[in-house]
């Protein structure tokens, strides 16, 4: 399983996947199970022969979550998993903290 990825409010999700199939598969990107429809202030999805991307500008809170993209045509269907974390801003003194720990602990 991969590692969640840690991103700072204001930031933006940026996915691409490799895609392939024949015929050529549709491809659906959701969040927690509801599928993510593209509109024009922050969210876009793009899709063409052999790759998909998602584009999730000044990400909030709200856009923490479990993501999937699912490729399907009549031959079957694929599914590719990501979970993104976001944290607050760094804009204001805080106390420090790492958005991505390494693993295992060294010394």
Known sequence: MRRPTALVVGSSIYVVVSICGKPMPH????KDGVELIADVDRVSIETSEG???LR???????DAGNYCVTASNVAGT???????IVRGSCATAALPDFLLRMSPPYT
């Open 56 to 62: 999730v500008r000044a990400v909030t809170p709200t």
């Open 78 to 84: 694929d599914n590719a998993y990501f979970t993104i």
């Open 27 to 30: 491809v659906q990107w959701s």
């Open 51 to 53: 790759w998909s991307r």
